[in-house]
C-alpha cells in the first residue's frame, strides 16, 4: 500500500485547511486511518485516527473540536479537515494506515501503522 498526503500549505492563524490521504496498491483489506505530526525538535504525536467503517474516530485533546476525520473507502481516501489553526499546529502532518479485520479499530498509536506516507508541511502564521 502506498500512501500520498496532500493539502499542506501556509495558512494564517484561524484559517483552515483540508488534507487529503490517497491510498494506492493493495487496499482491498480493511484499514484503520490515522493522521500524526511532528513539529521542528518534537516528537511525532498522534493527532486522529478513523476506523474502516467511520464509526470509531478518536482525537488528540489538543485538536479536539477543530480537527474532523472522514474517510471516502470508495476513493481509498482519508482526510483530514483543520478549522482555527493555530501557530501551534505547524508541523509536517503524516497519514499512515494499519491492516485489521476489526471494522472499528482505530489505534492511537504509531504502533500498529505500518504504511506511511511522504508527509505534507502545515504552516500557520500568527
Known amino acids: 500500500v502506498q500512501l500520498q498526503a496532500s493539502g499542506g500549505g501556509l495558512v494564517q492563524a484561524g484559517g483552515s485547511l483540508r488534507l487529503s490521504c490517497a491510498a494506492s496498491?493493495?487496499?482491498?483489506?480493511?484499514?484503520?486511518v490515522g493522521w500524526f505530526r511532528q513539529a521542528p525538535g518534537r516528537e511525532r504525536e498522534f493527532v486522529a485516527a478513523?476506523?474502516?467503517?467511520?464509526?470509531?474516530?478518536p482525537y488528540a485533546d489538543s485538536v479536539k473540536g477543530r480537527f474532523t476525520i472522514s474517510r471516502d473507502n470508495a476513493k481509498n481516501t482519508a482526510y483530514l479537515q483543520m478549522n482555527n489553526l493555530k501557530p501551534d499546529d505547524t508541523a509536517v502532518y503524516y497519514c499512515?494506515?494499519?491492516?485489521?479485520?476489526?471494522?472499528?479499530?482505530?489505534?492511537?498509536?504509531?504502533?500498529?501503522?505500518?504504511?506511511w506516507g511522504q508527509g505534507t508541511l502545515v504552516t500557520v502564521s500568527s
Open positions: 499512515a494506515c494499519s491492516r485489521s479485520a476489526s471494522f472499528s479499530y482505530a489505534p492511537r498509536s504509531p504502533s500498529p501503522y505500518t504504511y
Open positions: 496498491g493493495r487496499t482491498s483489506s480493511t484499514y484503520a
Open positions: 478513523i476506523s474502516w467503517n467511520g464509526g470509531t474516530t
